[in-house]
């Protein structure tokens, strides 16, 4: 275990009140770093690095843009209708894939037009024809981003400007999809020079594509976080309400979802139910649990659902647009919350197993007028006192991912966006109530505020950057890898004892 200062012992501090003292001579170069972990038990992520399910900070885009960079996105559920978080967590699932598994059709009869709205909603513009517009009925064409780049006639039927079945290159499902086999439909889409390799099986139905752009984006971005079909990850946030929460999960299931997080600011029993529920009627799909913020919740948990349970998030207020500790006068520290939660996990393994422990919240940078760089400290910090993963909601929702428009604030002479606690009264007018457990309460009280964050433009520039400052904090402490600083850090005070 990492050493820790006795003037921490049995302590409540935050991750400003402490540094991790370098103690090695690196002989390694930053890029030598492996930032490898556990988002659960069996999903691995490249990158530590989670969005939180807030709806100022996650939704497709953003889950799409963590995943590529070998993190992962959770979708809030703040939506007015459980339809609109899972149409988010759709899109994700198609950005990218190895085989497009029951892939978006029309019919020749289908117009231009049509094939505009699928673009704007999932934007691609691949589309193969079968005889009704179902996946029941054979394969007669395709419509590529070739056929309609140019064209103003939305009209205009499909059949007029669709490739036929006849001129089209195909692959075979026998010597694809059922060897569960990419190289040949990759050699075909090389070889003949494609954007789109339909697979078909014996009865001329389609059974899924094969595109170019999914072979680039592979290339692109290596760290990214995909399951068994090249497919992005996502996870949905769900309510500590077994009934709702079941219909929200069954849908999520249906467009391929791979986790839930059952979202609350303090654990409900109930959700002990909705873990048992999922593992033994979906059992393909992981379960995190939270909050909590001490060694007896864990140990809980741990001790009666650790086979329903995947991971646990901890943290009880500590977020910046959170206020249960100054309305209420509870939760914790979140430091010393992720350093007890961890030991107590840890102190569990041998007879439970292993269980990643998710640091939700505090994670801070200085916001100043002319921030412009990330620091990473915090999440080093937290990943040294035992987390696996770091969850954030203020360092991500000044990205152009996140939900909301930036604006200029004339005060501070900046550009900003609006980030709120899923406990403001502003949040709790959709469904943030939830995740307080106080949905029917006629008198509802505020845990959570609205605030300003500094706009930090695109995440495709300010994610490698964020990365690379975690890479760079280890390479200073002479550590390779996040089992490296948990076992050797040296985290010191940054105080002096009178």
């Not at 219909?247 to 467009?255: D, F, M, N, P, W």
């Not at 033994?280 to 086979?307: F, H, Q, W, Y």
């Not at 939700?360 to 620091?375: E, F, L, Y």
Request: proline share 4%.
């Amino acid at each position: 275990m990492a050493k820790l200062h006795p003037d921490l012992q049995n302590k409540e501090f935050w991750y400003k009140d402490i540094t991790l003292i370098p103690n090695k001579l690196p002989d390694f170069e930053r890029d030598g770093v492996d930032l490898t972990t556990n988002f659960t038990k069996k999903i691995i992520l490249k990158t530590p690095l989670v969005a939180a399910p807030m709806d100022t900070v996650c939704e497709s885009e953003m889950a799409i843009l963590m995943a590529l960079f070998g993190g992962i996105g959770v979708i809030h559920y703040n939506f007015l209708n459980i339809e609109e978080q899972i149409k988010e967590a759709e899109i994700v699932k198609r950005f990218e894939a190895g085989f497009v598994f029951k892939p978006i059709v029309l019919s020749p009869q289908n117009n231009i037009g049509d094939v505009y709205k699928i673009a704007k909603k999932y934007e691609f513009f691949s589309i193969p024809l079968t005889e009704d517009g179902t996946l029941n009925s054979k394969l007669v064409g395709i419509v590529t981003h070739r056929d309609v780049r140019y064209r103003n006639d939305m009209e205009t039927k499909l059949a007029k400007i669709m490739t036929s079945k006849e001129r089209l290159v195909v692959a075979s499902k026998k010597d694809t999809v059922d060897k569960n086999d990419l190289s040949l439909a990759n050699k075909i889409l090389k070889e003949k020079n494609l954007d789109t390799l339909p697979i078909i099986d014996e009865e001329n139905r389609i059974i899924a594509l094969v595109t170019d752009s999914d072979m680039k984006k592979n290339v692109m971005y290596p760290l990214a976080t995909k399951n068994d079909n090249k497919q992005l990850r996502v996870f949905i946030a769900v309510e500590s309400r077994l009934e709702s929460a079941k219909e929200r999960i069954k849908k999520g299931a249906q467009v391929g979802i791979d986790g839930i997080v059952i979202d609350a600011s303090v654990v409900f029993k109930e959700q002990l139910e909705i873990a048992k529920w999922v593992k033994k009627n979906l059992p393909e799909i992981d379960v995190v649990l939270g909050n909590v913020d001490s060694a007896e919740m864990v140990r809980k948990i741990i001790t009666e659902v650790s086979e329903y349970c995947d991971a646990i998030k901890v943290g009880i207020g500590p977020g910046a647009a959170c206020i249960t500790q100054e309305e209420l006068g509870t939760g914790r520290a979140q430091a010393s919350a992720v350093l007890e939660c961890s030991q107590e996990a840890k102190r569990l393994e041998a007879k439970y197993g292993f269980f990643p422990i998710i640091a939700d919240g505090g994670i801070r940078i200085t916001d100043s007028p002319n921030q412009d760089v990330a620091k990473p400290g915090d999440i080093a910090k937290a990943l040294a006192l035992g987390a696996q993963t770091a969850m954030m909601g203020s360092l991500l929702a000044g990205l152009d991912e996140s939900p909301g428009e930036k604006e200029f604030n004339y005060e501070e002479n900046r550009m900003i966006k609006k980030y709120r606690g899923m406990g403001s009264f502003e949040a709790m007018e959709k469904r943030g109530a939830l995740r307080y457990g106080i949905e029917n309460a006629k008198l509802k009280v505020a845990e959570g505020r609205v605030i300003k964050v500094p706009y930090r433009g695109s995440g495709y520039d300010f994610l490698p950057r964020l990365i690379a400052g975690i890479k760079q904090s280890f390479q200073k402490q002479g550590f390779r890898n996040i089992k490296e600083l948990q076992e050797n850090a040296d985290i010191r005070p940054l105080y002096f004892k009178k």
